[in-house]
């Protein structure tokens, strides 16, 4: 099952701003939207956002998604050390019937 | 408070089977659809199976259809995975997420290593 395609890294200074992005095609991305999620080494992936860009609770407001055509975006304002961490998209593809991940981006905040 | 357990996790030689298990607690077990997500060492995440809140609906990655069998009892708040001919390259964290809509909720993994 073909994945999305997300940058494997990348690099910011602290207290800008990140965009990372998600690209499926129109059965999953373009269908539905993407999920965002991170995952800090050692611990299980969190959501920061669903499919329809809203942010779960207690979810900080420096992450916000977004979409066009068959790309997702997560832009992060105002980078912390701690948003240091491996960021994941996820979408149902409907012609699979299956969710399909990207590969990840590990996000480094210099 | 949501709280997802994995358990049955383990060493088992190529060709062997394993059955991991999710308790859930904190939420109405029957009323969401859960999954089953894995993540090889130092890769990234890649789905396994999901099963409808009823078991009415289940789907699995191409990777482990026909081996593989997803399977959930309400009564007792738990999500099962029947592994069988396990492979090499089924070595992973097995994390159970509970859908809603997206998978907001995971537990914290049971390490499954397939090895001789």
């Known amino acids: 099952q073909a994945g999305l395609t997300q940058p494997p890294s990348v690099s910011k200074d602290l207290r800008q701003t990140a965009t990372l992005t998600c690209t499926g095609n129109s059965n999953n991305v373009g269908n539905q939207g993407a999920a965002w999620l991170q995952q800090h080494q050692g611990h299980p992936p969190k959501l920061l956002s669903y499919r329809n860009n809203n942010r779960p609770s207690g979810i900080s407001e420096r992450f916000s998604a977004s979409r066009s055509g068959n790309t997702a975006s997560l832009t992060i304002t105002g980078l912390q050390p701690e948003d240091e961490a491996d960021y994941y998209c996820?979408?149902?593809?409907?012609?699979?019937?299956?969710?399909?991940f990207g590969g990840g981006t590990k996000l480094t905040v210099l | 408070e949501v709280q997802l357990v994995e358990s049955g996790g383990g060493l088992v030689q190529p060709g062997g089977s394993l059955r991991l298990s999710c308790a859930a607690s904190?939420?109405?077990?029957?009323?969401?659809?859960m999954n089953w997500v894995r993540q090889a060492p130092g890769k990234g995440l890649e789905w396994v199976s999901h099963i409808s809140s009823s078991s009415s609906t289940i789907y699995y990655a191409d990777s482990v259809k026909g081996r593989f069998t997803v399977s959930r009892d309400n009564a007792r708040n738990s999500l099962y995975l029947q592994m069988n001919s396990l492979r090499a390259e089924d070595t992973a964290l097995y994390y159970c997420?509970?859908?809603?809509?997206?998978?907001?909720?995971w537990g914290q993994g049971t390490l499954v290593t397939v090895s001789s």
């Open positions: 996820s979408a149902w593809d409907s012609s699979l019937s299956a969710w399909v």
């Open positions: 904190g939420f109405t077990f029957s009323s969401y659809s």
């Open positions: 997420a509970r859908d809603n809509w997206d998978f907001d909720y």
